[in-house]
């Protein structure tokens, strides 16, 4: 393939969703952005175990994302330096933007760590799965959970944990009395799960991405949901909510309500690069699909920096994202490596017809 050339793993210019990119393929590229600072003390109070809460937003493209997945690393490697944090992404899919199917996401994010979740609650239930039901106080999650733990009949104990609607028949044969269907009873579920895993973890942060798939109707509801789930824990819990648009506000009148905005203290907005930022960006992301053993005089290879700049200059000014710029990049770089050539300001000249979000 044509980037093998220039010592890449991979081609650095695809899109891909960041939560599947390897960690090793996520650093700290943004400088620029001017919420650094509050990004930094978000940080700091996770590990040291307090209840906080992060909006996070810009236009599609802008890295918002990506950001979410260098925070999950940047936790996971202050985990091992101070406390064990576990981290749930989930999100509002657009094509079916339910609360039912953001609680199935979050189960599918937890579904991994409960284990060590189900062995710690067993420890406190002195081993004897007759208690666990007081332990939990929820009579239908407890013979579930205690089942999954002993390894009996797992996947229909968690296709009922997912929600998934069950017979009477089949309720019976599990020794359930009815089917996780209601909301409100899911998010029970929910906040109990994020209690208990505090069993076995030191904080849990909970990322909630893509809030403006949801219609006001969904978004009154989980706005409250996500607000009384932060009241719910004095300390060791933390929201990061994840959202498109140029303005913060917007999420009040999307219908979240002020009470969750308000709690969100700690705010990054992903501003468009400039010219430097743009190759700052740019040698930091060609460095992280770079192969370690590649010798290279520059990592912006095989870019100059006079063809960044030039790109950045001739783009729309609102269009200066990290998406937008990776997709021009990659059609300047492999028309460069047919015609055996650098990608400068000149060479962006004379391919300019090839490139989209122009000014």
């Not at 980037?3 to 960690?23: C, Q, S």
Request: proline letters at 4%; glycine letters at 6%.
């Amino acid at each position: 393939m044509w980037y093998e050339k220039f010592g890449f793993k991979d081609d650095p210019y695809v899109i891909r969703n960041p939560m599947t990119v390897p960690f090793e393929q996520i650093r700290w590229n943004r400088d620029d952005l001017r919420g650094k600072p509050d990004f930094d003390r978000f940080i700091e109070r996770v590990l040291a175990g307090r209840r906080v809460g992060m909006k996070v937003y810009g236009p599609g493209g802008s890295g918002k994302t990506w950001l979410l997945r260098y925070m999950e690393k940047t936790l996971e490697e202050g985990s091992k330096k101070k406390a064990l944090v576990l981290y749930i992404y989930a999100y509002i899919p657009g094509l079916e933007p339910t609360f039912s199917v953001f609680y199935e996401k979050f189960i599918t994010g937890i579904d991994e760590y409960l284990p060590v979740v189900l062995d710690a609650i067993d420890k406190k239930a002195s081993h004897k799965k007759a208690n666990w039901e007081a332990y939990l106080a929820d009579k239908d999650l407890a013979v579930a959970l205690s089942n999954i733990y002993d390894g009996e009949k797992v996947n229909e104990y968690k296709d009922w944990l997912s929600g998934e609607r069950m017979t009477a028949g089949d309720l019976r044969s599990l020794g359930l009395s009815s089917s996780l269907v209601r909301d409100y009873r899911k998010y029970e579920v929910m906040r109990t799960l994020i209690m208990h895993s505090l069993l076995a973890f030191s904080s849990f942060t909970l990322i909630v991405d893509e809030l403006e798939n949801a219609p006001p109707s969904l978004a009154k509801g989980l706005g409250d949901s996500l607000r009384d789930l932060l009241d719910s824990f004095y300390d060791r819990f933390s929201l990061i909510c994840g959202y498109t648009t140029d303005v913060a506000e917007d999420f009040i009148d999307w219908g979240y309500g002020n009470f969750l905005y308000s709690r969100l203290e700690h705010e990054i907005r992903m501003d468009p690069l400039g010219t430097d930022a743009a190759v700052d960006f740019l040698r930091v992301h060609h460095e992280c699909y770079r192969k370690a053993k590649y010798k290279v005089e520059d990592q912006l290879v095989p870019f100059e920096e006079s063809g960044v700049k030039r790109l950045i200059e001739i783009m729309d000014p609102k269009a200066c994202y990290p998406r937008s710029i990776l997709i021009n990049c990659g059609t300047l770089a492999e028309e460069a490596t047919k015609q055996d050539r650098r990608v400068t300001a000149e060479f962006v000249g004379d391919e300019k017809k090839l490139l989209s979000n122009l000014a």
